[in-house]
């Protein structure tokens, strides 16, 4: 019986990690799977949580089970940041969970989707290919419309599949820093969809897994608040691997939103069954290393510190892109204005192979560049290798 199996491909994101490992070539340069790497091209682990380690270490008197929940202290300390100081519990509508990160949250999020009965999930193409791929193994149809144009998101087609939307239609979006394009909605563009999606019977489920990495902590949940304070019921994805720079600790968080605050806890009732019939209950240590930070004023202060430097690396790697304008066959402009680790570079798959084994330049196959692996010392590099392929 096991034997029947398919060989399935490796993770093509995933998969990167290793092709980049093995090239010998002293000046590759690695732009694959999205994690955060400073100047001299390291991904430290943050200052803010090696102290909240030290405290957790020290103060930390159990690690006994905490249930299919996890950490309710993170998840409700993270609520202000995600949904706003001044009402984080829209008025007691919404309740979380802690997940193993930002996947484990979607795959919680697309299981009640699931459960609750939809049948189809509206999702922009492209996106992150483990949020078509979670949908499928979970038996939830895609429906695809396209992202963005030359010009930034495609808000003909976004409008396009709200109008032609089902009853049992569930809508993918993300909250920030688009992955794989760093195309995100404008405030205005926002304003529209959410106004769009009050008028309609889908689902929102927001996935924010980049939040204070594109233009700010506050600026980059302008759309979430939005869509939120507009309809009656979403599902929140969230994710800390990236702005605490935890990924492989995996944390996550889900949250439900419902129209009325006396659903909410047999709403959750089905993400803690969900949760106990996947992984049972949720890594603590990454999570309680992010509570010890939100708890405590001082390191608060350093990480958003931490985080601020990180965003304004990434805007310098992107305004000198954009001063390289056209290069080659391709134009950088457009990666200046885009938000978070990442950008496609329309390459074809022959380019793509040729700045890898030409250039020793690795990222994915679609052309989408971690803009975080750029650095003083490999930038030049990369502008020129550009310049040669698509030239
Ligand atoms: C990425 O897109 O590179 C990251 O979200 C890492 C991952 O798990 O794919």
């Avoid at 994690?35 to 008197?61: C, H, M, N, R, S």
């Avoid at 929940?69 to 706003?84: A, I, N, R, S, W």
């Avoid at 997940?99 to 009965?117: I, Q």
């Avoid at 869509?227 to 019921?233: D, F, K, S, Y």
Wanted: with cysteine; proline share 5%.
């Amino acid at each position: 019986m096991l034997n029947d199996l398919k060989q399935q491909p490796a993770d093509a994101l995933l998969a990167l990690i290793k092709l980049h490992n093995n090239d010998p070539r002293a000046d590759k340069i690695d732009l694959g799977v999205g994690v955060y790497k400073t100047a001299e091209g390291d991904t430290p682990v943050f200052a803010a949580i090696k102290a909240a380690e030290k405290k957790l270490v020290e103060e930390q008197d159990s690690k006994a089970y905490l249930g299919p929940e996890g950490d309710m202290g993170f998840v409700e300390k993270l609520m202000p940041y995600v949904f706003g100081k001044a009402n984080p519990t829209m008025d007691g509508r919404i309740e979380g969970m802690q997940t193993p990160g930002g996947t484990g949250s979607l795959r919680l999020a697309l299981a009640m989707v699931k459960r609750a009965g939809y049948k189809r999930v509206i999702v922009g193409k492209p996106s992150w290919p483990n949020h078509n791929q979670i949908c499928a193994d979970l038996g939830l149809e895609v429906v695809e419309f396209n992202h963005a144009t030359a010009a930034g998101a495609d808000m003909d087609a976004v409008r396009g599949a709200i109008a032609s939307a089902q009853e049992g239609d569930a809508i993918l979006l993300h909250g920030c820093c688009h992955n794989p394009t760093g195309i995100d909605y404008t405030n205005a563009e926002w304003d529209e969809i959410a106004g769009l999606l009050a008028a309609s019977t889908i689902l929102p489920v927001l996935d924010l897994a980049y939040q204070g990495l594109g233009q700010g902590m506050e600026e980059d949940a302008y759309g979430l608040r939005r869509v939120l304070a507009a309809v009656p019921e979403a599902l929140i994805c969230y994710s800390c691997d990236k702005n605490f720079g935890l990924y492989r600790d995996r944390v996550g968080a889900l949250y439900a939103m419902v129209a009325d605050p006396a659903d909410l806890a047999k709403v959750m009732s089905n993400g803690h069954s969900l949760a106990r019939a996947n992984w049972s209950q949720p890594p603590d240590h990454g999570g309680a290393a992010v509570r010890v930070i939100l708890e405590d004023e001082a390191l608060t202060a350093q990480w958003l510190a931490e985080l601020d430097e990180m965003r304004e690396r990434m805007r310098g790697v992107r305004a000198r892109l954009q001063a390289a304008g056209k290069t080659g066959g391709v134009d950088l402009t457009p990666v200046g204005s885009q938000n978070g680790l990442f950008s496609i570079i329309p390459f074809t798959p022959e380019q793509v192979q040729a700045m890898r084994s030409e250039h020793g330049i690795y990222f994915a196959a679609s052309g989408r560049i971690n803009v975080a692996g750029l650095t003083t010392g490999n930038i030049d590099q990369f502008i020129a290798a550009v310049a040669a392929v698509t030239a």
